[in-house]
């Protein structure tokens, strides 16, 4: 792979981790039982998927000459993905804001939220692996599926030490709401649904982040 792609494919791996960037964030100040064990879990499931998916979309675009069916609801996936979680936990933080403090029960790591939430921030990155055999390795030499499987590595670990900085960064955030975990809940719940309002208006109109 030429200087060149390897650039390419590794900004649009730092572009493509700037969701899972904020989730992590989120992740890392609501989930108040996190030791390195499940800290990293967070970094490894979403740069599992960055990468999983746009190998899946440079298959089935090999397989299909015709892609606009799957670019008309992909976003709406990740939207609906993350509006489900999001509205959640507002939920569960103002039912939380509202109880005793004596019954407010701090949230624990939930491994099944985490790898639904690192299907919905990997979505669009379906759509950049209908591109790889046409745009981002077309000057590439020799076997392009070689290089695909290379890009998707650089994309993967390019998320993980996005992500695994995001949720550092959540978890000193987080204890400044020690006493109150259900207010970094409500937080984490609205920055969740504020991303997947940008998935979807990012799809129609070009956004500057």
Not at 55 to 75: P, R, V
Request: charged letters at 15%; proline letters at 2%; aromatic letters at 14%.
């Amino acid at each position: 792979m030429t200087f060149a792609i390897f650039v390419t494919v590794f900004l649009a791996g730092l572009s493509l981790s700037v969701d899972a960037f904020a989730v992590s964030v989120s992740d890392g100040m609501v989930y108040r039982d996190l030791d390195k064990r499940k800290g990293i879990v967070i970094p490894l499931t979403f740069g599992i998927f960055q990468a999983v998916m746009p190998i899946i979309g440079y298959y089935i675009y090999k397989l299909f000459s015709e892609i606009e069916a799957f670019t008309q609801f992909d976003h709406w996936v990740g939207f609906a993905l993350l509006v489900f979680i999001g509205g959640k936990m507002i939920f569960d933080g103002i039912h939380e804001l509202r109880s005793p403090e004596e019954e407010v029960q701090p949230k624990k790591f939930s491994f099944w939220e985490v790898f639904v939430q690192g299907i919905a921030t990997s979505i669009d990155a379906l759509a950049l692996g209908f591109t790889l055999g046409t745009g981002l390795l077309q000057n590439a030499t020799g076997n392009i599926d070689v290089w695909a499987w290379v890009s998707v590595a650089v994309i993967g670990v390019t998320t993980f030490i996005v992500v695994l900085c995001g949720t550092v960064i959540g978890v000193k955030v987080g204890k400044l709401f020690t006493k109150k975990a259900s207010v970094a809940t409500i937080i984490g719940g609205a920055v969740l649904l504020l991303i997947a309002v940008k998935i979807v208006v990012g799809s129609y109109v070009s956004l500057p982040f």
